[in-house]
């Protein structure tokens, strides 16, 4: 598709289990960023891939987070025995990032996780 | 990260002028940006400003940057009601390891008809 793409739209999940959100971001775009917005709040950066540099991870709230990117493609945000307090709206972003260019994020819709 | 701050809501009736502030604090950010966000959707792109300029007009939308004092407004001219939505000032900056993005709060526009 043209547009970033995020898989699911919807989870609700119990606590405890383990979720997968996905994410193929516009093709060519190198770099590749998770946010999380919770009801009411501001976007929380989580991680950030730019192409095959390590990624910048410093966002990750707690050890349960992980997030895989292979290449300059699909990404995968893991979350491991979910909490209620990981309810949220996981937002994933793309963009071409080199030197020059405004750095316009393209933003997909974003999965909806409801921890029960 | 970086404290980027707005006020939550901001309430106002059709045809009138809105005026979204925001305060940032990283005074090496390149580009400063707000995106609009409407109900259900990803966040778009609305406009933004490279940081030696202090103001950037585009249609119904200006935008003044004050580098001294961190402060970022967006000005909807003639707002209608479909520019309800949420807006969010955002700001750019450069690390060892990329480009590092910080998003405000997030800014409620209503539109009363």
């Known amino acids: 598709g043209a547009g970033v793409s995020q898989s699911p739209s919807n989870k609700v999940t119990e606590k405890g289990k383990d979720v997968e959100l996905r994410c193929d971001p516009i093709?060519?775009?190198?770099?590749l960023y998770w946010y999380r917005q919770r009801l009411g709040q501001g976007l929380e950066f989580l991680i950030y891939?730019?192409?095959?540099?390590?990624?910048?991870k410093s966002g990750l709230p707690s050890d349960r987070f992980s997030a895989e990117r292979t290449g300059e493609s699909v990404s995968t945000l893991t979350i491991q025995r979910t909490q209620q307090e990981d309810s949220a709206v996981y937002l994933c972003?793309?963009?071409?990032?080199?030197?020059?260019?405004?750095?316009?994020?393209?933003f997909g819709e974003g999965s909806r996780l409801t921890v029960l | 990260g970086e404290d980027v701050e707005q006020s939550l809501f901001l309430s106002v009736r059709e045809g009138d002028s809105s005026v979204i502030n925001c305060t940032y604090t990283?005074?090496?950010?390149?580009?400063l940006y707000w995106y609009k966000q409407e109900p259900g959707a990803g966040l778009q792109l609305l406009t933004y400003?490279?940081?030696?300029?202090d103001m950037k007009q585009d249609q119904r939308l200006t935008v003044l940057l004050n580098k001294k004092d961190k402060h970022l407004s967006l000005r909807i001219a003639d707002t209608q009601t479909g520019d309800s939505a949420i807006y969010f000032c955002?700001?750019?900056?450069?690390?060892?390891?990329?480009?590092?993005?910080?998003f405000g709060t997030g800014t409620s526009l209503t539109v009363i008809p």
């Open positions: 972003a793309s963009s071409l990032d080199w030197g020059g260019n405004t750095g316009e994020l393209f």
């Open positions: 093709s060519g775009h190198t770099a």
């Open positions: 891939f730019q192409g095959n540099s390590a990624p910048d």
């Open positions: 990283d005074s090496s950010s390149t580009y």
């Open positions: 400003i490279f940081s030696n300029m």
């Open positions: 955002a700001e750019r900056a450069g690390s060892n390891t990329g480009n590092q993005f910080y």
